[in-house]
């Protein structure tokens, strides 16, 4: 849906336009991290001495620990689809120019 706004953005408004709100090198340097969210959750769960991407330790209880590690992979999913698809996007526009 991220990556949808800015795609049907470029289509009504333009793909300069949509540059302009969602630069190039901002989309590109989106994707890894993302990646570093998503790992750097799993090895902050080693680092506590449980398994890589379990997070019964990342909160003050095991409950809020869940919800804090479920969030903060899912943040690390969505920056990193998003952005690739706004780069294949973004990709497949300039291809003819």
Same mark, same amino acid.
């Given at each position: 849906?991220?990556?949808?706004?800015?795609?049907?953005?470029?289509?009504?408004?333009?793909?300069? #336009?949509?540059?302009?709100?969602?630069?190039?090198?901002?989309?590109?340097?989106?994707?890894?991290?993302? %990646?570093?969210?998503?790992?750097?959750?799993? %090895?902050?769960?080693?680092?506590?001495?449980?398994?890589?991407?379990?997070?019964?330790?990342?909160?003050?209880?095991? %409950?809020?620990?869940? #919800?804090?590690?479920? &969030?903060?992979?899912?943040?690390?999913? %969505?920056?990193?689809?998003?952005?690739?698809?706004?780069?294949?996007?973004?990709? &497949?526009? #300039?291809?003819?120019?």
């Amino acid at each position: 849906i991220a990556a949808g706004m800015v795609i049907l953005y470029a289509l009504v408004f333009g793909i300069h #336009e949509a540059k302009r709100i969602a630069p190039q090198g901002l989309v590109e340097r989106m994707i890894p991290l993302g %990646v570093l969210i998503y790992a750097g959750t799993g %090895v902050a769960g080693l680092l506590t001495g449980i398994n890589f991407l379990d997070y019964s330790r990342l909160g003050p209880d095991s %409950v809020h620990g869940q #919800e804090y590690g479920i &969030f903060a992979v899912e943040l690390g999913v %969505v920056v990193t689809v998003s952005s690739t698809m706004i780069a294949i996007f973004y990709a &497949f526009v #300039e291809r003819g120019r």
